[in-house]
C-alpha cells in the first residue's frame, strides 16, 4: 500500500469514529398530539407549562407533564442531575 493510501484511510477511519456518548436530557413537559387515527405523537421538548401551551394551543394538543423527566431528572439515569428547580404550572 502506497503512503498516501495509507493517509487517506487512516483520515477516513478518524473522521468516522464515534465520539463520547452524552446523556439524553428529558425535559418537564410534554405536548401530546391528536389525529384522526386517535393519538398522534408526543413531543417532550419544553422546559415549561406556559412554553408547552404555547404550542399546544395553536396544534391541537394539550401538555401533560413527562414520565421520564419525573423518573429520571433532567439529565436522565447517568446520576448526573442537575438541581431541578420547582415546577410551575
Known amino acids: 500500500m502506497t503512503r498516501a493510501a495509507s493517509i487517506l484511510l487512516l483520515g477516513a477511519a478518524l473522521a468516522t469514529a464515534a465520539g463520547p456518548s452524552r446523556a ?41 407533564q413527562n414520565p421520564w423527566y419525573l423518573q429520571y431528572g433532567p439529565r436522565g439515569s447517568d446520576g448526573a442531575a442537575e438541581t431541578a428547580r420547582p415546577k410551575r404550572r
Open 24 to 64: 439524553e436530557v428529558y425535559r418537564p413537559w410534554c405536548a401530546q398530539y391528536f389525529g384522526n387515527s386517535g393519538d398522534s405523537g408526543t413531543t417532550c421538548a419544553f422546559n415549561s407549562y406556559e412554553q408547552c401551551m404555547a404550542t399546544a394551543r395553536g396544534a391541537g394538543a394539550y401538555c401533560v
